[in-house]
């Protein structure tokens, strides 16, 4: 879209024009910088765009429209499950007893909402398999990061603080290293084997008695369920460390099988991303995390108990690691997997993973006949390719996926995970129709036919979205993050 096409807010200004009208002043004016001396008051107006609501509205709709989401097309981004979400969680986030409630009324006033907690934490007991969940924490990330605080303080509550390594797989998400990181543990890898499972050999080289715990998802970031996990549970345990489970990916596995039963002790769930939250532009998430009955006493304070009908707080806590979010987390994302579990029930669940993870493979076996696939056993709810072979013809994995932008499609996870030549993670999820999984095949292979006949045409795309290629470097290190008027 050229730039004349669609000018800024700034560019459409013009002198004396407003898009409000506010009713007279009815209370004395105050002169603020005599009364106010914190050093906050503008000397001078604002240099404020002038514009009619008209310009306005039609100002912030075309951002919007620049904007790509899962209500714009399909968007196959692997390991973030970017599902539709249903507009009856919207409804029911909006109700006035939600939405019109504060953290800080008596509890005696908000016993609806400390309901709707406390059961949906019973609800993902059930469906984790741990002993208790607690709600606060405000993604996947601080889910992580929270649990790992949690194993830190069970280790020194025996006196065991020599603990300071967590292991991590070769093929785990970024934020696994970087959670550990941040809760202070070194960060041990382990390999991939040529199944690309985690190699229990290559695990009991690594594991001692430095060992606080191993991370890990299951299926893991190749959408490849980790066949060997109750021995690898065996192997952590037995040198006293703890396993926590990245809950990215449990979308593939509802209703079949549960991180507790596998041998877990913590697990972070993404309810902005398996239950149907909204996802992306900086939030809101929320990562609730469950653990064992070992673990129970560390969790943030409050946590939400109900006796004799009555629900409360509590802060009763002592060993607990404190409060790792304000108030009680993100209670309108709450509400929205609430109503996303109780709606689907039991079998619905059940049938999220099954779909899933059908939809994940009709993709994987009509793309590997002209993209490289690494791993060929059966995958999960995602899987991985290659542009290995597009790549011998001049045409590399982020061609592709400019590409696919051109054809309404959003680029899937590209670059990652790190083991993969060229790799593109894929993850359809489940709410996608059959036409529109064969709509991504076919324009796949047109672009794979492309790269041999036409190579320039992936190499210049995309040559119909808002802007064309960026200089990524420059944007990282060189960022514009606000509007400049030109000269």
């Known amino acids: 879209m050229a730039k004349e096409n669609f000018p800024l807010i700034f560019e459409r200004s013009q002198e004396g024009r407003t898009s409000y009208n506010l009713p007279a002043l009815d209370v004395p004016e105050v002169d603020l910088e005599e009364e106010i001396t914190d050093g906050y008051v503008r000397k001078v107006d604002a240099e404020l765009p002038e514009v009619d609501e008209l310009e306005l509205m039609r100002h912030y709709t075309g951002l919007s429209n620049r904007n790509y989401g899962i209500l714009s097309g399909f968007y196959p981004l692997g390991s973030c499950t970017m599902k539709y979400n249903p507009v009856i969680n919207e409804d029911v986030a909006r109700l006035p007893g939600f939405s019109h409630i504060h953290p ?18 019973v609800h993902l007991e059930e469906i984790t398999g741990m002993h208790e ?46 959670s550990a990181t941040i809760a202070g543990f070194k960060t041990i890898e382990v390999k991939s084997n040529d199944k690309g499972l985690v190699d229990v050999e290559d695990l009991k ?40 489970y990245d809950g990215a990916n449990l979308n593939a596995i509802m ?37 064992s009955k070992e673990l129970a006493p560390f969790l943030p304070k409050p946590v939400v108990r109900e006796k004799d009908g009555v629900y409360d707080f509590n802060y009763d806590l002592p060993q607990s690691i404190g409060n790792v979010k304000s108030y009680y987390g993100n209670f309108g994302i709450y509400l929205r997997a609430y109503t996303y579990i109780r709606t689907m029930g039991a079998e619905g669940l059940k049938r999220v993973s099954e779909y899933a993870v059908l939809n994940a493979n009709y993709l994987m076996r009509n793309l590997e006949k002209e993209y490289e696939l690494p791993f060929t056993q059966h995958c999960k709810h995602e899987f991985v390719l290659s542009g290995s072979k597009q790549k011998e013809k001049g045409v590399r994995t982020s061609d592709i996926a400019k590409r696919l932008i051109d054809n309404n499609i959003h680029p899937p996870t590209v670059y990652f995970p790190l083991i993969v030549d060229e790799a593109m993670m894929i993850e359809p999820t489940e709410t996608e129709s059959k036409e529109t999984l064969d709509n991504f095949i076919s324009v796949m292979n047109e672009i794979n036919k492309e790269a041999e006949e036409n190579p320039d045409v992936v190499l210049d795309a995309p040559h119909n979205a808002t802007v064309g290629r960026l200089d ?16």
Do not use: C
């Open 205 to 244: 080289r690594v594991v001692n008695d430095k060992t606080a715990a191993l991370m890990l998802t299951n299926p893991n970031t190749l959408g490849l369920f980790e066949t060997e996990i109750t021995e690898m549970a065996e192997i952590v345990h037995g040198v006293g460390g703890k396993l926590f």
């Open 104 to 121: 800080y009324q008596d509890t005696s006033t908000v016993q609806g909402a400390l309901e709707m907690m406390y059961d949906l934490q």
């Open 133 to 178: 969940i607690s709600l606060q924490p405000a993604a996947g990330s601080q889910g992580e990061w929270t649990s790992l605080m949690m194993i830190k303080a069970f280790h020194e509550s025996n006196g065991d603080f020599d603990r300071d390594e967590v292991i991590v797989p070769d093929s785990a998400h970024g934020t696994n290293p970087a």
């Open 472 to 487: 990524e470097t420059q944007a990282a290190r060189k960022p514009v993050l606000r509007y400049q008027k030109e000269d």
């Open 255 to 291: 209703g079949y099988s549960r991180p507790g039963d596998m041998g877990f002790d913590a697990v972070h769930l993404n309810l902005h991303k398996t239950f149907t939250g909204p996802h992306g532009g900086g939030g809101p998430g929320s990562g609730p995390i469950g653990v």
